[in-house]
T-cell receptor, first 114, second 114 residues
Framework: DTEVTQTPKHLVMGMTNKKSLKCEQH?????MYWYKQKAKKPPELMFV???????INESVPSRFSPECPNSSLLNLHLHALQPEDSALYLC?????????????FGPGTRLTVT | GDSVTQMEGPVTLSEEAFLTINCTYT??????LFWYVQYPGEGLQLLLK?????DKGSNKGFEATYRKETTSFHLEKGSVQVSDSAVYFC?????????????FGDGTTLTVKP
């Protein structure tokens, strides 16, 4: 199984809402990532988890809060977002954090903030 | 720091035409190189990879050769199909880093017309 799954596929939320994005992989990968992708742009790294511990936070605003409950699951909690946060949010995983490894991406959650 | 430069798009071709998408890189270490493809409404998928100089990655009729002397990893396909219409991202991951970061090019949009 080389699949990364993400739910929901689409999400519309107001600026005062709290919502969560979920990501799951069953490949035994120990590194998981959140990316933000705007239209016609490459993915921008937000967070990296390694062995369920936060390894990298790319100076992401605190209205985005990641969580890694176990080695297969990654959540992104959203609160008080801004319209400019509307984007495709991609989850990815890799075997580990060692450089040179490919990443496996999920299909993404299309987020619209109204 | 590391960087990836892709030829600007969009690229429009007729079915069965030959495809080349240029990619050059700058890296301080010894990168692995990747091509990812993103079909409309989907996440990124690994298309092919190469981990050392002169390696050729290939998949689904696409090929790319790791050229250290020209710091290039150009994507080619001999005969494109309408189903190849997508955005293509060249990326690198430095084997000497443990951060798990990948560096992506800006992406090249390919449209294949019947």
């Amino acid at each position: 199984d080389t699949e990364v799954t993400q739910t929901p596929k689409h999400l519309v939320m107001g600026m005062t809402n709290k919502k969560s994005l979920k990501c799951e992989q069953h490949m035994g990968h120990r590194a998981m990532y959140w990316y933000k992708q705007k239209a016609k742009k490459p993915p921008e790294l937000m967070f990296v988890y390694s062995y369920e511990k936060l390894s990298i936070n790319e100076s992401v605003p605190s209205r985005f809060s990641p969580e890694c409950p176990n080695s297969s699951l990654l959540n992104l909690h959203l609160h008080a977002l801004q319209p400019e946060d509307s984007a495709l949010y991609l989850c990815a995983s890799s075997q580990g954090l060692a450089g040179g490894q490919e990443q496996y991406f999920g299909p993404g959650t299309r987020l619209t903030v109204t | 720091g590391d960087s990836v430069t892709q030829m600007e798009g969009p690229v429009t071709l007729s079915e069965e035409a030959f495809l080349t998408i240029n990619c050059t890189y700058t890296a301080t270490g010894y990168p692995s190189l990747f091509w990812y493809v993103q079909y409309p409404g989907e996440g990124l998928q690994l298309l092919l990879k190469a981990t050392k100089a002169d390696d050729k990655g290939s998949n689904k009729g696409f090929e790319a050769t790791y050229r250290k002397e020209t710091t290039s990893f150009h994507l080619e396909k001999g005969s494109v199909q309408v189903s190849d219409s997508a955005v293509y991202f060249c990326a690198l991951s430095d084997v000497n880093t443990n951060a798990g970061k990948s560096t992506f090019g800006d992406g090249t949009t390919l449209t294949v017309k019947p």
